[in-house]
């Protein structure tokens, strides 16, 4: 139970570093965030709301995790944005779009499409996990037997 | 419990922003917003980052330059790429006004 417990603030912590790395890497380099979000298979009108709301999501989810009653929301958040960002590398590999620049904050963005792929997939299978732990948190089996109601 | 987690999330934090900062392009912050040219044998114009050009990553190449006095300095890296560009890379939005 307790390695459990000790597990889910480890899967935690690994989200908060992925989230505040990203986010304050793009906050640093914020003009270079702005051209590579032109660039991106969307219309460039969305850029202005894009380029706020993907780094001020990523600092609610990681601030969310560090709390234990927001934690469940923050990691379901977590699951959604990372299978949004695993589907949209995904999409890429598959020359869905023609090649797109990456618009990943810091060292993240010299990774190639296929390392990308993989490190969103590892952090997919961390969100699922920190779920299913989260939950067997809250809902621990009570055991009832004949000896509750003697 | 409490102190492995937040052992854990101070970790995490001061990983998460101190990374992001150890790793942020240590050129003058205004590099940026200078005029940017890129080296075709002569230094040019490079023109709006985003709309006239990209720079692709991850590449050695240095993709832009800016001027401090005379002197051409390099700005961003990457590979230089243009709405003419041939090279399978992506190419740039053109501004729709």
Same mark, same amino acid.
């Given at each position: 139970?307790?390695?459990?417990?000790?597990?889910?603030?480890?899967? %935690?912590?690994? $989200?908060?570093?992925?989230?505040?790395?990203?986010?304050?890497?793009?906050?640093?380099?914020?003009?270079?965030?702005? @051209?590579?979000?032109?660039?991106?298979?969307?219309?460039?009108?969305?850029?202005?709301?894009?380029?706020?709301?993907?780094?001020?999501?990523?600092?609610?989810?990681?601030?969310?995790?560090?709390?234990?009653?927001?934690?469940?929301?923050?990691?379901?958040?977590?699951?959604? $944005?990372?299978?949004?960002?695993? $589907?949209?590398? @995904?999409?890429?590999?598959?020359?869905?779009?023609?090649?797109?620049?990456?618009?990943? @904050? @810091?060292?993240?963005?010299?990774?190639?499409?296929?390392?990308?792929?993989?490190?969103?997939?590892?952090?997919?299978?961390?969100?699922?996990?920190?779920?299913?732990?989260?939950?067997?948190?809250?809902?621990?089996?009570?055991?009832?037997?004949?000896?509750?109601? %003697? | 419990?409490?102190?492995?987690?937040?052992?854990?999330?101070?970790?995490?934090?001061?990983?998460?922003?101190?990374?992001?900062?150890?790793?942020?392009?240590?050129?003058? &912050?205004?590099? &940026?917003?200078?005029? &940017?040219?890129?080296?075709?044998?002569?230094?040019?114009?490079?023109?709006?980052? =985003?709309?006239?050009?990209?720079?692709?990553?991850?590449?050695?190449?240095?993709?832009?330059?800016?001027?401090? =006095?005379?002197?051409?300095?390099?700005?961003?890296?990457?590979?230089?790429?243009?709405?003419?560009?041939?090279? =399978?890379?992506?190419?740039?939005?053109?501004?729709?006004?």
């Amino acid at each position: 139970m307790n390695k459990q417990r000790v597990a889910l603030e480890a899967i %935690a912590a690994l $989200l908060i570093l992925l989230f505040l790395y990203a986010s304050v890497s793009k906050m640093l380099d914020f003009d270079r965030f702005i @051209g590579e979000m032109n660039n991106q298979p969307f219309p460039n009108s969305w850029t202005p709301f894009l380029v706020w709301t993907v780094p001020s999501l990523e600092i609610a989810i990681a601030l969310a995790l560090m709390f234990e009653r927001a934690r469940m929301a923050a990691l379901i958040a977590s699951l959604v $944005l990372m299978t949004l960002f695993t $589907l949209y590398t @995904g999409s890429v590999l598959l020359h869905f779009f023609s090649y797109i620049p990456c618009s990943c @904050g @810091g060292v993240i963005r010299k990774l190639s499409w296929p390392q990308h792929l993989v490190f969103n997939l590892f952090f997919v299978a961390l969100s699922i996990i920190g779920i299913i732990l989260q939950r067997k948190k809250f809902f621990t089996p009570i055991i009832i037997n004949q000896k509750t109601f %003697a | 419990m409490k102190k492995i987690k937040w052992t854990f999330m101070t970790l995490a934090i001061v990983l998460g922003i101190g990374g992001a900062f150890a790793t942020a392009p240590r050129l003058p &912050q205004d590099c &940026q917003a200078a005029t &940017q040219y890129y080296y075709n044998g002569n230094y040019v114009l490079a023109g709006r980052l =985003g709309i006239d050009y990209i720079c692709v990553t991850p590449s050695a190449q240095v993709c832009t330059y800016y001027k401090v =006095g005379s002197t051409y300095t390099p700005c961003m890296n990457g590979s230089y790429c243009t709405a003419n560009c041939k090279t =399978g890379n992506p190419a740039p939005k053109k501004a729709k006004n």
